[in-house]
């Protein structure tokens, strides 16, 4: 088991997560109340899959983040 630190894109928030066998990134989005967010492991680096195990995946007491998903392809507004 580690501990990594979650640090919660546009809030001043960073949460401590235990990660152990069988720990995906789902798991940890819902341990810090974001379950419709993405986990990656910076800022501008590729996330993981929700399902994705992370125990081989991060450094223990490592901060990754979590930040709304995009959702790429949808306008708002129509284009004119």
Known sequence: ???IHVQ??????????SVDEGTTAQDV???VNCPDFELSPGVGLPP???DELLIDRVKP???IVA????????LST???
């Not at 809030?11 to 997560?17: L, N």
């Not at 930040?67 to 949808?74: E, L, V």
């Open 29 to 31: 989005l819902n341990a």
């Open 78 to 80: 129509p284009v004119r």
């Open 48 to 50: 993981y899959g929700k």
């Open 61 to 63: 007491f490592a901060k």
């Open 67 to 74: 930040s709304p998903r995009a959702d790429a392809g949808s």
């Open 8 to 17: 919660i894109a546009g809030q001043d928030r960073i949460d401590d997560v």
């Open 1 to 3: 088991m580690t501990t």
